[in-house]
Structures are given as C-alpha cells and as structure tokens.
C-alpha cells in the first residue's frame, strides 16, 4: 500500500503570508496527486488535481508542484477563508486512494 | 449541477451492521465515465477511502476494510449503498460520498455529499 505523510501538521500564519504545505509518497506516484481543502462541518473541497492543474474556480494564489514522491501545495497570499484544513490524496495505486494526515492552517 | 445526499441511521450498535445510501441528483448516475465512492472520516482524522462502484455494479474495496464491506446500486433510483458489517467504535465517522472519473483529469472525487455522522455505541 501507498502511504502518505505531510508536513507540518499544524502552522499558524498571517493574512497575507506565503504558504507551503508537503506531501510526501511512500513510493513513486507520478503525478497522481490531488490537494483537497476542507473546512470544519464541511466536505472536503478539491483545489489541485494531477499534482499542478488549479481545479476550475479555485483562486489561482493556490499552486501546485511536484512529481513522484514529493509534492508541494502553495498559496501565495493567505486570505481569511483559506484558514482550513489541507489534504493531499494519491490516485495511482491500483488499491485505490489514500489520503496524507492532513495540514491544519490556523490564524496567528 | 451533480448534487449527492448521504441517508440512514446515525447510531448504530455494536456488532450490527451499518447501512447507508447516497442519492444522485442533478445528473446522469450512469454516466459511463463516473464512479461512485464512499469516503470516511473519524472524529479529528484523516479522511479514508471505503471503496468504489460502478452504474453496472463494478467494484473495488480499500483492502482494509474489504472483509467486511459492500457496495451496491439501485439505478432505478439513482441510488448507491454501503454496508459495513461487524462495526466496533473504531467505525464511529463522518461518511461522505463522492463522485470521481478514471481518467488523468478526473480520478480525483470532485462531487462530494454533505456526510452524515455514524456513531456506534449500545
């Protein structure tokens, strides 16, 4: 099975700062990655599919990168509703999905 | 636009089984280029894939949980199931499904229900 990790766990942050968030493939996935963002109470929300293509009507400070086992979600200029939870998915296992631990992103 | 609703109990015993459905509206649930999944999440932790199925009855399970889980359809009623059996409170989550494509641009659930809470407990 595929196991997916992130990192941070937590970060605190400003309106207006730079963010990077992590994700790390326990093997080699290509470019079968997805970033979901999810607020309490609510269904995840798809941001990034294929590890780089903005899903339509997402912001575009929202970027996606890599290929392989690493991969990198960032937004360029946090704004008030982007405080949330952030998850990576891997699609390229024959098992099926596994999602990473998540990223919780809380106002400093 | 494709809207999905999660239905059944909310509290469920120990040992029984869980059973919940998911209606499809706003779109073809037999669109040849859909799969329909259910996806879990216990309380404060990350999100797990249950499984997915196809209009025609296709199926494939998170290994996991394939002992104890089944997926089925009712087109008539552009509905899907889940069952879950022998639950513990392990299984105590909010269940969502979704729908996702098998093509590089739409593998990833991009149409998701609002959940709904199972707990167990006697």
């Known amino acids: 099975d595929i196991q997916m990790t992130q990192s941070p766990s937590f970060v605190s942050a400003s309106v207006g700062d730079r963010l990077t968030i992590s994700c790390r493939a326990s093997?080699?996935?290509?470019?079968?990655l997805a970033w979901y963002q999810q607020q309490p109470g609510k269904p995840p929300k798809l941001l990034i599919y294929?590890?780089?293509t903005l899903q339509s009507g997402v912001p575009s400070r929202f970027s996606g990168s890599g290929s392989g086992t690493d991969f990198t979600l960032t937004i360029s200029s946090l704004q008030p509703e982007d405080f949330a939870t952030y998850y990576c998915l891997q699609a390229n296992s024959p098992s099926g999905f596994t999602f990473g631990p998540g990223t919780k992103v809380d106002l400093k | 636009q494709l809207q999905l609703q999660e239905s059944g109990p909310g509290l469920v015993k120990p040992s029984e089984t869980l059973s919940l459905s998911c209606t499809v509206s706003g779109g073809s649930f037999t669109n040849s280029n859909y799969w329909w999944a259910w996806i879990r999440q216990p309380p404060g932790k990350r999100l797990e894939w249950i499984g997915s199925?196809?209009?025609?009855?296709?199926?494939y399970y998170n290994p996991s949980l394939r002992t104890r889980v089944t997926l089925s359809v009712d087109t008539s009623k552009s509905q899907f199931s889940l069952k879950v059996t022998s639950v513990t409170a392990a299984d105590t989550a909010v269940y969502f499904c979704?729908?996702?494509?098998?093509?590089?641009?739409?593998?990833?659930?991009?149409?998701w229900g609002l959940g709904t809470l199972v707990t167990v407990s006697s």
């Open positions: 199925i196809y209009y025609s009855g296709s199926t």
């Open positions: 294929a590890a780089s």
């Open positions: 979704a729908k996702h494509g098998t093509g590089y641009s739409d593998s990833w659930p991009d149409s």
């Open positions: 093997q080699d996935i290509s470019t079968w």
